[in-house]
């Protein structure tokens, strides 16, 4: 992992939050402007004019009403060592002769792994009460 991907907990959690509120502000934008566009036309309706508002259309709202965020890390260090040895001794009337091999080694490996995962739940909710309010109010003032 570089350090540019190491991150701490608390500044995911920070940024997962700042990401909804920016997310559920850009959602509650394009709600308006949906709003603003089915008031904009008209559509003839056995020769009265509608705009989508008076017909009974309502922009759609959404809320991110839940967000997790999963983190799963796995660490493994292991540690081995290895001795061995070998010793030949040979000897006779005259002479005697003796050799030793040894060996020894020491491994150490270290493995790390790791993955996230951020889930967000969509919900659709009702227009605001005052929106709908108000498009209910301009109705009734229509002439008729």
Avoid: C, W
Wanted: hydrophobic share 40%; proline share 3%; aromatic share 8%.
């Amino acid at each position: 992992m570089t350090p540019a991907e190491q991150v701490s907990v608390a500044t995911m959690v920070k940024e997962l939050g700042v990401a909804i509120a920016e997310a559920q502000y850009q959602m509650d934008q394009a709600s308006i402007r949906i709003a603003l566009l089915l008031g904009d036309g008209e559509i003839d309706v056995s020769g009265d004019k509608h705009n989508l508002l008076e017909l009974g259309f309502t922009p759609t709202f959404y809320q991110l009403t839940e967000a997790t965020v999963e983190a799963k890390v796995s660490l493994t260090a292991t540690r081995s060592e290895e001795f061995g040895g070998e010793v030949k001794l040979t000897g006779g009337y005259a002479f005697f002769a003796a050799s030793v091999s040894a060996s020894y080694s020491q491994k150490y490996s270290y493995t790390a792994t790791g993955s996230s995962a951020i889930t967000a739940k969509f919900v659709s909710v009702p227009a605001p009460a005052l929106l709908t309010d108000a498009i209910r109010a301009h109705i009734k003032r229509l002439p008729k």
